[in-house]
């Protein structure tokens, strides 16, 4: 197998090493500063440096674009002209929708790993970034399923979960877990920094405490990658702007009203919500459940594996591995499924029933 890196930093260069540890892939990079890929290379990130795009993708069977937001559109475009017609090509990029109605290919599959480090650069990557690590997919109708499949195969063999999920969803999701925090970082550390110039001259500020830390750790994050983010997701942050705007004015609203008990049942319910939150998606986690395997059977059609990806990432069943098996005249074809646990199988198995699939225990 071989496998293309367009963009040579933490992240494509974890997933070199990964490739090349867990895959035996063989991997070229490419990257836009000669000095990044000549480290790659030196490090054993990659295994071939290319000069351009259409070098690094020439006969390869995965193509990762890891480059910056904004950049990652020409990138992806480019690859897919030069790429072969069975290859898929995908990113890791933390905003999805964008790309993917740029793209508009059925060898594109948007990928986001929800893996990295305080440092950056090639220098810092590790072939076990991704283990136990959740990777999105954004599969759609046109979505090639058996390209689709080498892609998770090889994600597996990473030791990265991946969940298949909506891009207009993803970006919802990465808007408020993600995108907001760091607004919100921003705002306190500008509202510390004007109070802090209210002091008269001689005045001491006040020691940070811990909240103001921890609260304000991503403030001030890489600009070059985050005025790209913003500026990519920006409908979706300014909707979550928007919602934490009026939480804002509810809680004034409760300060103005004096009533302690409302301002007590107000913190009792977000410690409440955060433990939720926190502890969503970990029931029936434990290693210790037993694989079970599903097979649906299916046409051959555009958008099948997209469409059973999706319903099971939207229900929380995680597809630990999958293989197609298609009949000899090409019409149709069974999916085996693995997936962790019984309720996961049961779950799993009406979801694909609901779908109009025909779906049995193997």
Known sequence: ??????????????????????????????????EAGARALALGAIDERAETIAEAVKDADVVFAAAPIGWLATIVIEALEHADSDCVVSDVGSTKLA?????????????????????AGVEHARADLFAGASWYLTPTQGTSGVLYERLHRLLVSFGAQPTAIDAKLHDRLMACFSHLPHVLANLLVAQGSARAQELSSGERLPAAGPSFRDATRVAGANTAIWRDIYISNRLALIGEIGGTIERLEQ??????????????????????????????????????????????????????????ALALGGAGVNIL????????????????????????????????HDLGFPVARA
């Open 321 to 352: 591995d999958m293989a197609l098996s298609p009949s000899p005249d090409d019409s149709q074809g069974v999916i085996a499924l693995w997936l962790r646990g019984e309720t996961a199988a049961l779950r799993g198995e009406q979801l694909i």
């Open 99 to 119: 790309l993917e109605l740029a793209a508009n290919d059925g060898r594109f599959v948007g990928g986001h790993p929800l893996a990295g480090a305080e440092t």
């Open 251 to 308: 809680v004034r609203a409760l300060l103005e009203e004096g009533d302690a008990d409302a301002v007590a049942a107000w913190n009792d319910r977000a410690r409440e919500q955060r433990d939720a939150l926190l502890g969503a998606g970990l029931a029936g986690e434990t290693s210790g459940e037993p694989v079970r395997e599903l097979r649906a059977s299916v046409p051959n059609r555009p958008g099948v594996v997209a469409d059973i």
């Open 1 to 34: 197998m071989k496998i293309a890196i367009l963009g040579v930093g933490l992240i494509g260069g974890s997933i070199g090493l990964a490739a090349k540890r867990d895959a035996e892939a063989r991997v070229s990079g490419y990257d836009p500063e000669p």
